[in-house]
T-cell receptor, first 114, second 117 residues
Framework: AQTVTQSQPEMSVQEAETVTLSCTYD???????LFWYKQPPSRQMILVIR??????QNATENRFSVNFQKAAKSFSLKISDSQLGDAAMYFC???????????FGTGTSLTVIP | GAVVSQHPSRVICKSGTSVKIECRSL??????MFWYRQFPKQSLMLMAT?????????EQGVEKDKFLINHASLTLSTLTVTSAHPEDSSFYIC?????????????FGPGTRLTVT
C-alpha cells in the first residue's frame, strides 16, 4: 500500500500571513493524483486542490498553491493571506492513476491566529 | 455540482440494534462509492468500496457481516451497522467518484455521527 506522511500534526499562522503544510508520499508509480482536502469543524471534507503527476506545472487555486516535487515525492500546500476560515484539519491524499483507492495522510491541524 | 448527501447526520441507537446510513449522489451517477470511518482527531480509515450492482470490497480487518454495504443504484449506497455496540460509535463518511468528470477526486458526504448507548 502507498503511504502518505504529514509530519506536522499542528501548525499555526497569523492572519494574513503565509503558511506551508508538508506532505510526502511513497510510490513506485509514475502516474497518479495528489490532493489536499480541508476538513473544518463541521467535518465536511472539501477539496482544496489537486495535482496530476504528469503535469510539471504546480497547481494553484486562488490563495492556495502547491509545490510538487515528483523526484522527491513531496507535495506541499502553501496558503497565502491566511484567513480565519482557513482554520481546519488538512489532509494530503494520494490516488493511483488506474485505481479507486485514496491513501490519506494523518492530517495537519491548522490554527489561524487573529 | 458533484454533491453527495448522507442521512442521517446524527443517530443514537441502543446496543444490539441495527442502524442504516444512506449515501446519495445528488447530481451525478456514482458507479463507485466509498465508506470511511473517522475517530476524533484522526485520519479517514477506508472501510469498504462499493460498486453498483456488485458486492462491496472490504478492507482488511473490517467485519463484512457487521458492516453491510449495499449499492443498489447508481445514486445510492447504504451502510448498515448490525448489532451495534458502543465501540462502533464513530463518525462515518461516504464519498463517491463521478466518472464523467474525469480525474479521481472523491466527493464527500457531510458524515454521520453514530452513538451507540
Amino acid at each position: 500500500a502507498q503511504t502518505v506522511t504529514q509530519s506536522q500534526p499542528e501548525m499555526s499562522v497569523q492572519e494574513a500571513e503565509t503558511v506551508t503544510l508538508s506532505c510526502t508520499y511513497d510510490t513506485s508509480e509514475s502516474d497518479y493524483y495528489l490532493f489536499w482536502y480541508k476538513q473544518p469543524p463541521s467535518r465536511q471534507m472539501i477539496l482544496v486542490i489537486r495535482q496530476e503527476a504528469y503535469k510539471q506545472q504546480n497547481a494553484t487555486e486562488n490563495r492556495f498553491s502547491v509545490n510538487f516535487q515528483k523526484a522527491a515525492k513531496s507535495f506541499s500546500l502553501k496558503i497565502s493571506d491566511s484567513q480565519l476560515g482557513d482554520a481546519a484539519m488538512y489532509f494530503c491524499a494520494y490516488a493511483e492513476w488506474a485505481g479507486n483507492q485514496f491513501y490519506f495522510g494523518t492530517g495537519t491541524s491548522l490554527t489561524v491566529i487573529p | 455540482g458533484a454533491v453527495v448527501s448522507q442521512h442521517p447526520s446524527r443517530v443514537i441507537c441502543k446496543s444490539g440494534t441495527s442502524v442504516k446510513i444512506e449515501c446519495r449522489s445528488l447530481d451525478f451517477q456514482a458507479t463507485t462509492m466509498f465508506w470511511y470511518r473517522q475517530f476524533p482527531k484522526q485520519s479517514l480509515m477506508l472501510m469498504a468500496t462499493s460498486n453498483e450492482g456488485s458486492k462491496a470490497t472490504y478492507e482488511q480487518g473490517v467485519e463484512k457481516d457487521k458492516f453491510l454495504i449495499n449499492h443498489a443504484s447508481l445514486t445510492l449506497s447504504t451502510l448498515t451497522v448490525t448489532s451495534a455496540h458502543p465501540e462502533d460509535s464513530s463518525f462515518y463518511i461516504c464519498s463517491a467518484r463521478d466518472p464523467q468528470r474525469g480525474g479521481y477526486e472523491q466527493y464527500f458526504g457531510p458524515g454521520t455521527r453514530l452513538t451507540v448507548t
